[in-house]
């Protein structure tokens, strides 16, 4: 157990629908990435918070969006869903802070199926 | 911009036999590497890392993996695996700049049989 949590575990939707997805950090961690892994894409960065502040940005689309909260926790929002955003999304999360190597733990993922 | 390069997609071994999982990583700046382990329907867990230092770094489960700049290679190695070592297998790297962004493989499945 990696202390990262991540909710609901399976999701199952339509396409055009909105989902959100939640992520709560291991204790003491400042910094949240969202990962997406699919089948043709591979194991993709989307985007990174550091104490409720948007950090870096990877290969995220633009009906998807995040947020990190007061509490540290972070939702990741992906809107007008396709049948290919069909994935298991993945929270991470470090102590965070200025330079140098962080270490990133991941939770166990959700798992979103859009029909 | 770095890359990473997994040629093998899947590595079928036998119990006790030596196994070697191959990465290769393109960049124009320094960068740390990183191996990753998946089993299934779990998340991601560290198996090593190399940030500086000795090329031939150790990792749990008796994981370990050599740097090698010349051929930009991080080969992650084992020399007896075990059933349960059965799991995705991937390998990472990030810059030295962006040292969060992991940049990762497509993943190699290593599946050991009895």
């Known amino acids: 157990d990696s202390g990262v949590t991540q909710t609901p575990k399976h999701l199952i939707t339509a396409t055009g629908q909105r989902v959100t997805l939640r992520c709560s950090p291991r204790s003491g961690d400042l910094s949240v990435y969202w990962y997406q892994q699919s089948l043709d894409q591979g194991l993709q960065f989307l985007i990174q918070y550091y104490n409720g502040e948007e950090r870096a940005k990877g290969n995220i689309l633009e009906r998807f969006s995040a947020q990190q909260f007061p509490d540290l926790h972070s939702e990741l929002n992906l809107s007008s869903l396709e049948l290919g955003d069909s994935a298991l999304y993945f929270c991470?999360?470090?102590?965070?802070?200025?330079?140098?190597?962080?270490?990133?733990?991941f939770g166990p993922g959700t798992r979103l199926t859009v029909l | 911009a770095q890359s990473v390069t997994q040629l093998d997609s899947q590595v079928p071994v036998f119990e006790e036999a030596p196994v070697e999982l191959r990465c290769n990583y393109s960049?124009?700046?320094?960068?740390?590497l990183f191996w990753y382990v998946q089993y299934p329907n779990q998340g991601l867990q560290l198996l090593l890392k190399y940030l500086s230092g000795s090329t031939l770094v150790k990792g749990i489960n008796g994981f370990e993996a050599e740097f090698n700049k010349s051929q930009t290679s991080f080969h992650l190695r084992k020399p007896s695996v075990h059933i349960s070592d059965t799991a995705e297998y991937f390998c990472a790297v990030s810059d030295l700049i962006n040292t969060d962004k992991l940049i990762f493989g497509t993943g190699t499945r290593l599946q050991v049989f009895p």
């Open positions: 991470a999360s470090s102590v965070g802070g200025a330079g140098g190597y962080n270490e990133q733990f």
């Open positions: 960049s124009s700046v320094s960068v740390y």
